[in-house]
């Protein structure tokens, strides 16, 4: 079985150093963020990898790219909650 593929975007937000990632599976972008390498969200969204080439093609646009994008928008705005960051606590006990 092959490796997935996958795309990211790093960003920080209220301290915390997160990263959006479009993962390939089976011909589709699953788009999740991280933090540390560790999943603090459920599945975002998915859209398919037909969808992203035709409107590179056709539109001229990255909808992967606008996609990771809107990710990052939606934790910075607050649409996005993501769980308490963990090590929140470890460091003010520090």
Same mark, same amino acid.
């Given at each position: 079985?092959?490796?997935?593929?996958?795309?990211?975007?790093?960003?920080?937000?209220?301290? =915390?150093?997160?990263? /959006?990632?479009?993962?390939?599976? +089976?011909? &589709?972008?699953?788009?999740?963020?991280? *933090?540390? #390498?560790? @999943?603090?969200?459920?599945?975002?969204?998915?859209?398919?990898?037909?969808?992203?080439?035709?409107?590179? =093609?056709?539109?001229? /646009?990255?909808?992967?790219?606008? +996609?990771? &994008?809107?990710?990052?928008?939606?934790? *910075?705005? #607050?649409? @996005?909650?993501?769980?308490?960051?963990?090590?929140?606590?470890?460091?003010?006990?520090?």
């Amino acid at each position: 079985m092959g490796q997935a593929m996958y795309l990211r975007r790093r960003f920080a937000h209220e301290g =915390r150093l997160l990263e /959006v990632r479009a993962t390939l599976y +089976s011909r &589709v972008w699953h788009m999740a963020v991280f *933090e540390n #390498g560790v @999943l603090v969200t459920d599945q975002l969204s998915r859209v398919s990898e037909h969808d992203v080439d035709f409107a590179r =093609r056709k539109q001229g /646009v990255d909808l992967l790219h606008d +996609s990771l &994008v809107e990710v990052q928008k939606d934790v *910075e705005s #607050g649409r @996005l909650r993501l769980p308490q960051n963990p090590y929140a606590t470890e460091r003010a006990a520090s």
